[in-house]
């Protein structure tokens, strides 16, 4: 168990739908990224918040968002959902010293029908 | 920008025989590196980093991995593979921020995965 916990684990939704997926990082940890896995993209990232701000923006889509709040946990928003969106979603956190390794969630599994 | 190469879709190895999955990497600055591992329906588990100092760094599980900066190499490497090694691997890097404010985040490779034979 890595500490990071992520809601829900599973979601089926259809095509235009918004959804959120939650995520609490690790006790003390000030940094958040979130990453989407599919089979032909392989783990990309998305977007990272440290402390509350945006920090970093990968291969986020403009109909995705997200955002960290004061107690630490994130949000990624997810809406005109497409068939492409299905995917695993992961979130992890870390301590932000340089160094340090990520410490991933269990994952969403977002099914777009 | 940072990049990373997995050059194995899949590797096969028999029980008890050593194994390397390979990964090497593309960066401006010094790279910290990361080997990470999935299993099946679950998140990844951090496994080994290289920041710097020895070129050999252990980590979990009896996993190991070799830093070499002329081949722009880090593979990771057992002695000995077991059945409940079998899964998928990623190699990750991050690039050192030149101005101290950058973001850490990390560039995956595609993933090996490993199966071990019994």
């Known amino acids: 168990d890595s500490g990071v916990t992520q809601t829900p684990k599973h979601l089926i939704t259809a095509t235009g739908q918004r959804v959120t997926l939650r995520c609490s990082p690790r006790s003390g940890d000030l940094s958040v990224y979130w990453y989407q896995q599919s089979l032909d993209q392989g783990l990309q990232f998305l977007i990272q918040?440290?402390?509350?701000?945006?920090?970093a923006k990968g291969n986020i889509l403009e109909r995705f968002s997200a955002q960290q709040f004061p107690d630490l946990h994130s949000e990624l928003n997810l809406s005109s959902l497409e068939l492409g969106d299905s995917a695993l979603y992961f979130c992890?956190?870390?301590?932000?010293?340089?160094?340090?390794?990520?410490?991933f969630g269990p994952g969403t599994r977002l099914t777009v029908l | 920008a940072q990049s990373v190469a997995q050059p194995e879709d899949q590797v096969n190895v028999a029980e008890g025989n050593p194994l390397t999955v390979k990964c090497t990497y593309s960066?401006?600055?010094?790279?910290?590196l990361f080997w990470y591992v999935q299993y099946p329906n679950r998140g990844l588990q951090f496994l080994l980093k290289y920041i710097t100092g020895d070129n050999l760094v252990k980590g979990s599980y009896g996993f190991e991995a070799e830093f070499n900066k002329s081949q722009t190499s880090f593979h990771l490497k057992k002695p000995s593979a077991l059945v409940s090694d079998s899964a998928l691997y990623f190699c990750?890097?991050?690039?050192?921020?030149?101005?101290?404010?950058?973001?850490?985040?990390?560039?995956f490779g595609k993933g090996t995965k490993l199966s071990v034979i019994p």
């Open positions: 960066v401006s600055g010094n790279p910290y």
């Open positions: 992890a956190s870390s301590t932000d010293d340089s160094h340090n390794e990520q410490f």
């Open positions: 918040y440290y402390n509350g701000e945006e920090r």
């Open positions: 990750a890097v991050r690039d050192t921020p030149y101005s101290g404010a950058g973001s850490y985040q990390l560039t």
